[in-house]
């Protein structure tokens, strides 16, 4: 526990309702939304300003204090757990909207503004901001930018770091710092704006951000294409891109998955199918009417056993709905759910889902994986029961293969969710160690103390690689 005296000073710069440290409190931001990850800080501190944030981490740094920043708490990498307890900065209370420009066509928020929000306010007055991850409702512009946050747009428009213009972060040692502004060309020396997107709060505070806007699309429409083969499914993925045809979301949903979400949401998905995938496409309703038009095409070249395309708009969001609803419809069968995001080349999406299936039934789990197929982004979850060492043992092993299996097909530990504590012993498996030294390297350039998010994407030891010969 953190001395009176220290508790005093931060009581002090953001008043006592600001600073708390009850038992019920300090349990309340012990976890996000991993599972299995949990650890107690010292003290929560929910700061109002810029200027509170500085003073805050001017306490930290001279009394050596590890602080964890979060937002919603919706992290899947165990990113915001106080492993090393010290102070958990909430930002909650920092979530204006501070300008949208049109003419420049940029949005200027703090981090704790709802990404639903940000969507809500700029399609308002006919302008857009396509990020939008399945946390959306809940997750905020901060944890996004800290995780470089993907989403079922990321095909067509791009992530997170595509739209951040420009930022505002405090140092460790207190000082603020502004990188990039409006611009749409800014190459006065290193990126730094790239640099903070996706560190997980360990170089930086990020205060407040810039957001690259983009007009409105005109018109939206889905369309359900299933099939009796995975091959099939994942073939059309590969020739809907070789044709040119960029849609606006691109997903795709196994047996396992389409069973438990129909049971979910009973919007009439048919059980029997191998794969489903969703198709969107936005723009231009011309150009949208010939992109559907194709699409299906290609799609029953390639056995499509049925095609639906939604018909009203309602039609189109419950089907959209459904698809953000995977995670919470496979939460409901057993008490632990464990949700990676392995990442492979889209030409690669056959060949990992049939590896997956293949470690599934090998360690004997229920795992269903849904996901980004566009981007071959997808996403294995295990329904487990955290109770069970002896099955959570499995489940590791073979998450372990999972990652091992993505990085074989070219692809990535992570595509979304980013490295936290829970992929930190695989990291180096994907970057390799050189990469691991710079990397280390730029956190001590920016904290030379370890003071922002301890312990997270560097691991104390990493894994050794996992070698399985597959037929």
């Not at 939206?220 to 099939?227: E, G, H, I, N, T």
């Not at 069968?333 to 464990?338: Q, S, Y």
């Not at 074989?408 to 980013?418: C, K, R, S, V």
């Amino acid at each position: 526990m953190l001395p009176a005296s220290i508790r005093e000073e931060l009581r002090a710069i953001v008043g006592a309702k600001n600073c708390l440290d009850k038992q019920e409190a300090l349990v309340a931001y012990s976890y996000d939304a991993t599972p299995m990850q949990q650890a107690l800080p010292d003290v929560v501190v929910m700061p109002k300003s810029t200027t509170e944030i500085q003073q805050v981490m001017r306490v930290a740094a001279r009394h050596h204090i590890p602080i964890v920043t979060r937002g919603a708490g919706s992290n899947l990498c165990g990113g915001t757990i106080p492993v090393g307890g010290g102070i958990v900065l909430v930002l909650s209370q920092m979530n204006q909207i501070v300008e949208i420009d049109e003419q420049n066509l940029t949005i200027t928020v703090q981090p704790g503004v709802r990404t639903v929000d940000i969507h809500q306010a700029v399609e308002a007055i006919g302008l857009f901001y396509p990020p939008d991850p399945g946390s959306m409702v809940i997750s905020t512009i901060g944890g996004n930018i800290a995780l470089n946050s993907g989403g079922l747009r990321g095909l067509k428009y791009g992530t997170t770091k595509d739209y951040v213009l420009g930022l505002e972060a405090v140092l460790p040692n207190g000082e603020v710092i502004r990188t990039g502004g409006k611009l749409m060309k800014d190459v006065a020396g290193y990126d730094l704006t790239k640099l903070l997107v996706g560190s997980e709060g360990t170089l930086a505070i990020i205060t407040e951000a810039i957001l690259k806007l983009i007009p409105k699309p005109q018109t939206q429409r889905v369309m359900l294409a299933m099939f009796a083969d995975m091959a099939q499914a994942a073939r059309s993925v590969s020739d809907i891109i070789a044709n040119r045809i960029i849609p606006g979301t691109l997903e795709f949903l196994d047996q396992g998955t389409i069973r438990v979400v129909e049971d979910f949401k009973q919007i009439g998905l048919p059980t029997d199918v191998a794969a489903i995938l969703l198709i969107g496409q936005d723009g231009e309703p011309q150009t949208v009417d010939r992109d559907m038009e194709q699409i299906a095409a290609i799609c029953k070249k390639n056995a499509a056993v049925q095609i639906k395309v939604a018909t009203t708009v309602e039609e189109a969001d419950e089907v959209m709905t459904a698809r953000r609803s995977a995670l919470a419809a496979l939460s409901r069968m057993r008490p632990t759910t464990i949700l990676e995001d392995a990442t492979v080349p889209r030409a690669a999406i056959a060949p990992m889902v049939a590896a997956i299936q293949e470690i599934t039934e090998r360690y004997g789990l229920q795992i269903c994986t849904f996901g980004h197929a566009g981007d071959g982004n997808l996403h294995p979850t295990c329904m487990t029961d955290a109770r069970n060492t002896e099955e959570i043992e499995r489940v590791e092993h073979a998450f372990e293969e999972i990652f091992a299996a993505a990085i074989d097909l070219g692809g990535t530990i992570t595509g979304e969710h980013g490295v936290g504590i829970v992929k930190a012993p695989y990291l180096e498996w994907k970057v390799g160690a050189a990469g691991m030294e710079i990397m280390k390297g730029i956190k001590h350039a920016f904290d030379p103390h370890n003071l922002l998010n301890p312990d997270k994407m560097f691991a104390k030891q990493s894994r050794n690689r996992v070698v399985v010969q597959r037929a």
